[in-house]
């Protein structure tokens, strides 16, 4: 039992290059998140996907897609990187129990030149 | 637009002090309120609240709820160097948690 699993843990791009973040989740959520972390700004939800078949965007989703790939991964693509897209990328999960909290992923650091 | 802002942004305590970190909120169909302890990786769950006056404990941490006032409030007593981390504060609503920007706490030997 793995809990959220997310790859790569650290990528450099450079500016206009794409890539996809990967993550997965063995623990039969429903629900998958992506966010992203920089200094002083806590927490901010990029997109997100309430089950399987949906997704839905947060507060930041400019420059970014999603796909729900299966009810365990949930993948996040940068179609073109920008600098200000550095940032640690944090992917997250939750059941639809009215007592759960969210599991968070390992983190993948990306540095965008 | 969902609100939450922490208090303070950063403090530094000495080992043995006690600290109370501060959570209010604004936002539409309120359904819990959590906490969470940042180290150097992934956030960890310390509490999820969802009734008002209710405390709840784990060890030397405590939370609470306001619901009336919209706030919440983590105490830690007996700090330790341990204690050290950011703690971050969220609300949830429509499936989707709103965070605060964070309180950085370091504890001093």
């Known amino acids: 039992n793995a809990g959220v699993t997310q790859t790569p843990k650290f990528q450099v791009l450079k500016t206009g290059q794409s890539m996809t973040l990967q993550c997965a989740q063995d623990m039969n959520h429903n629900s998958m998140y992506w966010y992203r972390q920089d200094p002083g700004m806590g927490l901010r939800l990029i997109y997100y996907s309430a089950s399987e078949g949906t997704t839905d965007k947060g507060e930041v989703p400019n420059g970014y897609n999603v796909s729900r790939l299966n009810k365990r991964e949930f993948s996040l693509r940068l179609e073109s990187a920008a600098p200000s897209q550095t940032s640690v990328y944090f992917c997250?999960?939750?059941?639809?129990?009215?007592?759960?909290?969210?599991?968070f992923g390992p983190g993948t650091r990306l540095l965008v030149l | 637009e969902d609100k939450v802002v922490q208090s303070p942004l950063s403090l530094v305590v000495h080992e043995g002090d006690t600290v109370t970190l501060n959570c209010s909120y604004e936002v539409t169909n309120f359904r819990s309120l959590l906490w969470y302890k940042q180290e150097k990786k992934a956030p960890t769950f310390l509490f999820m609240l969802t009734s008002s006056g209710i405390e709840k404990k784990s060890g030397r941490l405590s939370s609470i709820l306001d619901k009336k006032e919209l706030f919440s409030i983590l105490n830690i007593t007996a700090t330790q160097t341990g204690d050290s981390a950011i703690y971050l504060c969220a609300v949830e609503a429509y499936h989707k948690l709103s965070f605060g920007a964070g309180t950085t706490v370091t504890v001093r030997a």
């Open positions: 997250a999960s939750r059941s639809s129990g009215k007592q759960e909290t969210q599991y």
